[in-house]
């Protein structure tokens, strides 16, 4: 029997959370995969060394630098969606080719949700959080890098102000919308 708290899980349908760096993307997917119960993919975890020790120096990405990250984290999706039916994963995807580039890989199952906040609720946020390498300083490049999706692109759109509790109801909604013929319980 599933719980009130768990979401109906989605057969053939990947979930990505998107936006800019301190917005809650990761917080949001790891919850949303625990609560439809699949992996949770951090795209984070997909950066090269190289890549990484550049934000920690405070040097924003060039879309050099952020293809192959795109690449493998595209294909990880794909793979998780392929073996286990369902998958969340969490990346910036800030701008249209890079969301393109990563439905291209995965395929027409993936479905993008941004968290939208404010500039100081942002920078807040990534003062306060511990052991990340990317700075606060790069908040700007990152707000600048942003292309806020069209409606034609089917970007579910939430402010990430609300808790995640209520930005799980809100995905749950969204994806009933979208699939209802991919949910079981």
Not at 89 to 103: F, K, T
Not at 131 to 158: C, I, K, N
């Amino acid at each position: 029997m599933r719980t009130s708290s768990r979401l109906a899980r989605p057969k053939g349908l990947a979930i990505v959370t998107m936006g800019v760096s301190g917005c809650g993307k990761s917080t949001l997917g790891a919850l949303l995969a625990a609560r439809f119960d699949c992996a949770f993919l951090e795209g984070d975890a997909f950066h090269d060394e190289e890549a990484v020790a550049k934000m920690r120096a405070g040097h924003a990405l060039t879309d050099e630098d952020r293809w192959p990250w795109l690449d493998r984290l595209g294909l990880a999706i794909k793979e998780t969606l392929e073996n286990e039916g369902q998958v969340v994963a969490a990346c910036s995807a800030l701008r249209l080719r890079y969301r393109e580039r990563l439905r291209a890989a995965i395929g027409a199952s993936a479905r993008f949700v941004l968290l939208d906040l404010g500039r100081d609720e942002l920078e807040r946020r990534m003062i306060q959080r511990a052991g990340h390498y990317m700075p606060p300083s790069l908040l700007d490049s990152q707000l600048a890098t942003l292309e806020r999706p069209d409606p034609s692109e089917g970007v579910f759109m939430l402010d990430g102000s609300l808790s995640p509790e209520g930005l799980c109801d809100r995905v749950q909604a969204w994806v009933s919308t979208i699939a209802p013929a991919v949910l079981r319980a």
